[in-house]
């Protein structure tokens, strides 16, 4: 379970940039993204499947690991690096049966309670947030902010750490400094779809 | 690939019932019926999972197959005997290779061009529909009606077919005499809680 959390953690959105899964993980990683995620909610798992394969052909061009959004069984279908799973989604102990104990498996929690909970679960990170307001999702959980961010960090000083929600090249710096190991972006990088390469250089050099 | 169809196949709804799966399941094996499946549309993956394994051990006490409609992530880690497919779910040939060669694989089509093309797939059984009208899905495709069901069966000849849409034990005999094999019910057996037993009980013995 050795997985090393970069920095910078972009999960596509085709919502929001227009753009197929592979065309996003490609521009990204042609800004320099380490890892990439794909997040789909509106197609059927059958489409979201041949997303992934396409994406997945990019990751493996540029030997960047390529983690799925919630199905576990598109994950080992396509044979992905890992899956990131949200509250409602499977749990990481049915993920880690069976995805095997060298998977990636992220976890996304909501407050200190559901990141202690987190801790003891077989995952290689947690995700918590949303940090700031948020446009991405639909029903979003309430704002944890920066305070609730340190909070998580002085319960949990050792789990790998990924802020997420609303964070920009403005307040990026702040959630690190509050205890982030890593940071989820997706609107930020995405919005605007030609300079999503240039977006993710510019994070990086944050 | 061994998987006899009965000539009656229930599928849960709990929107219908107002019952929890496993209650539905064990209600429907008690009136006689030989498969289950279950399906969900609401809950998370997680939930369904929960409620997969508790209808799981009520049809295992009794020896009764249990489906699983969508999810093949599901059906591998509850154990299920096998998952139903939709046009936007994972394909047949995908999930086969996740779930070996004795799980059993259904298929929904909704015309003859998807039957013929499903003929061709790694599936124990067709679904062809809506035969009639239906309130259980959202967006219901076009109505196939009898005629379509028996030009799918002159088609067909041999796959296992399950008509499913409207099937009432007022029209049943019909779609039997139209060339189904087996017919799914959800709204005829679910609509009154409190007897579904004894619907279940009069389907067989239509």
Request: charged share 20%; glycine share 8%; hydrophobic share 45%.
């Amino acid at each position: 379970m050795s997985f090393e959390l970069p920095l910078i953690y972009p999960i596509t959105d085709s919502n929001i940039s227009g753009l197929t899964h592979a065309e996003q993980t490609a521009r990204l990683i042609n800004g320099g993204a380490e890892v990439v995620q794909i997040r789909e909610k509106n197609l059927g798992a059958g489409e979201f499947c041949e997303a992934a394969t396409a994406a997945l052909v990019v990751a493996r061009e540029h030997g960047v690991p390529l983690i799925i959004n919630d199905r576990v069984d598109i994950t080992l279908l396509v044979g992905a690096d890992g899956v990131h799973l949200g509250q409602d989604d499977l749990p990481p102990d049915a993920a880690r049966r069976l995805l095997g104990p060298f998977a990636v498996i992220g976890y996304s929690t909501h407050n200190l309670e559901q990141a202690v909970a987190a801790a003891a679960m077989p995952i290689n990170y947690l995700a918590i947030g949303p940090i700031f307001p948020t446009g991405t999702k639909a029903n979003p959980d309430p704002v944890v902010g920066l305070e609730g961010l340190r909070a998580v960090r002085r319960a949990l000083p050792q789990i790998p750490l990924v802020a997420i929600g609303g964070i920009t090249s403005k307040n990026v710096r702040s959630v690190i400094q509050a205890g982030a190991d890593s940071v989820a972006v997706i609107s930020a990088l995405l919005r605007e779809p030609d300079r999503i390469d240039e977006s993710m250089r510019e994070f990086k050099r944050l």
